[in-house]
């Protein structure tokens, strides 16, 4: 099977090629793996002193406040290599990481890799996951400072902490929310998650026909969104030029819902969510309607979006208002109000959090 999209890196197979060429991994030793997937990365922040090759990374942030995340990805759990290309999933693994640096309104500057391996994969596997991670780290201009390998007794797990700086009075956390603020999202909503119901509606079909060949026009943006999603680097600086400082932020990694849900528990409020004001890709709405799914639940339940989720004073509302990368969805009450979405036929429903939930799902 083959994901055609210009804007991936290649065209892939659903099954890996059955004669690829196989170098061992105990041929170069853990060491020499280190130095042999690691040549590419090169040092370009000021703020790194010392990256790989001792043992710890150096960091001179002067006045700068650090940030730093972490995010576990585990095959079967997190990422299925069916339709994964391992050279995608080093990307994004990037990206989940830096979408956490971005939601506190900071620049990402470093990342660390760790890495665990069963036998099944050769040098050449790695290095298509060392590759889409050495996109992502040019891409977001971040540098590989460190990391771990090891091995694994099935499948493949990937660990990346992504590390970033901002002045103290840029920093914006979950628990700023005010009643009468705005809610703000980024972007559009619910695509990644129906992506991966496209790519696990053709892997089935694929396991019963292996010849079966779809075709997935209909879906290049739905497939972008979940194999190759980005980071939201740019609302920090759009957010500037804007003259506008969030009260509240949060990425969209586990579902609308559920970040929201987030915000009004850290900082003590409510929340009143519209129905009719979710930004949904025309492409989204097709697809959910083929598959016979509410765009509304998707929208508020699907994760792996990236967006940025966030607050800011009723005050701002003319500098935001019509501005074609934001979306105003709701507005924050008193908590005793509760945390509400408002349908088009303008009723209240209790928001529940029903996004994707890491240990219910092991």
Not at 53 to 69: E, T
Request: hydrophobic share 40%; proline share 3%.
């Amino acid at each position: 099977m083959y994901l055609c999209n210009s804007k991936t890196f290649a065209t892939t197979k659903m099954i890996e090629d059955k004669n690829p060429q196989r170098t061992s991994i105990a041929q170069l030793g853990e060491f020499g793996l280190i130095d042999h997937l690691t040549k590419n990365f090169s040092i370009n922040q000021p703020s790194t002193i010392k990256g790989i090759g001792d043992d710890a990374a150096v960091l001179d942030f002067g006045d700068k406040k650090i940030i730093v995340s972490t995010d576990l990805l585990i095959e079967g759990v997190h990422f299925d290599l069916a339709y994964m290309p391992l050279k995608h999933l080093g990307y994004k693994a990037v990206v989940a990481n830096i979408s956490d640096i971005c939601a506190m309104n900071a620049k990402a500057t470093q990342i660390t890799v760790s890495v665990a391996v069963s036998n099944r994969f050769p040098l050449e596997a790695l290095e298509d996951l060392f590759d889409g991670i050495t996109v992502a780290s040019q891409e977001y201009n971040v540098d590989v400072i460190g990391g771990d390998t090891t091995s694994s007794q099935k499948g493949l797990i990937i660990s990346i902490t992504a590390i970033g700086q901002a002045d103290e009075s840029e920093l914006v956390y979950r628990n700023g929310a005010k009643e009468t603020n705005l809610l703000v999202v980024s972007g559009d909503i619910g695509a990644a998650y129906m992506g991966l119901q496209v790519l696990e509606r053709e892997k089935q079909v694929f396991q019963v026909n292996p010849n079966s060949q779809p075709d997935l026009e209909a879906y290049t943006y739905l497939i972008e969104r979940q194999l190759r999603p980005e980071a939201r680097k740019d609302v920090r600086t759009l957010l500037h030029a804007l003259e506008i400082k969030p009260t509240a932020m949060i990425d969209i990694s586990d579902g609308l819902s559920s970040e929201i849900m987030h915000i009004c528990k850290q900082s003590k409020v409510g929340c009143n969510l519209y129905e009719d004001k979710l930004p949904l890709d025309p492409q989204l709405i097709n697809v959910c309607e083929e598959f016979n799914i509410d765009a509304t639940t998707v929208a508020i339940n699907g994760g792996e979006d990236y967006e940025l989720l966030f607050t800011i004073a009723m005050e701002d509302f003319e500098k935001i208002k019509g501005n074609p990368n934001f979306t105003i969805i709701g507005h924050i009450t008193q908590e005793s109000e509760g945390i509400h979405l408002v349908t088009r036929a303008n009723t209240k429903i209790p928001l529940k959090a029903r996004g994707w939930d890491a240990i219910a799902e092991e």
